[in-house]
């Protein structure tokens, strides 16, 4: 795998792989694309100058799904949440513990982020704890993976 990381980077240059970069972070928000390995092929492509993107951007995919969760398809996210009884446990210990359990689901979790992303939507935290408990928790696992190969 890491030689088709470094084969990517050397294949990619400038503009066209931040573009490239950020939106795969992008849609690690909205599909199961592990943001590990995005995190590692930033790494090899633009070294540790890659943090400000990689938070932004993933931080903004979340933010994304949590947004289409709440606002758009709140009725169908519903009822795929009833069949899945973890992420429906997840969204109710949103509603008891707030940010705090969103924070520390953030440092590791086991439910895929997409799903958390779609369960945080449907919790009732608000949007700006949603934003900095998300920024905030993701922090050493971006700097852990980016660094891994920087």
Do not use: H
Not at 96 to 102: N, P, S, T, V
Not at 104 to 132: E, H, K, Q, T
């Amino acid at each position: 795998m890491q030689d088709t990381l470094i084969q990517w980077a050397s294949y990619w240059d400038g503009g066209l792989a931040w573009a490239a970069v950020t939106a795969l972070f992008l849609l690690s928000g909205l599909i199961i694309i592990p943001r590990p390995a995005i995190c590692i092929l930033a790494g090899v492509t633009f070294g540790l100058s890659a943090f400000p993107l990689a938070l932004i951007a993933s931080t903004a995919g979340s933010l994304l799904g949590f947004v289409l969760a709440r606002y758009f398809f709140r009725e169908r996210f519903q009822r795929a949440l009833e069949r899945w009884p973890k992420a429906k446990l997840l969204a109710d210990a949103i509603d008891a513990e707030g940010w705090r359990l969103l924070f520390l689901l953030r440092l590791a979790s086991p439910i895929p982020g997409p799903v958390s992303n779609y369960a945080f939507g449907l919790s009732s935290i608000g949007m700006s704890d949603y934003v900095l408990a998300t920024a905030v928790g993701i922090i050493p696992q971006e700097v852990a993976f980016l660094d891994l190969c920087a």
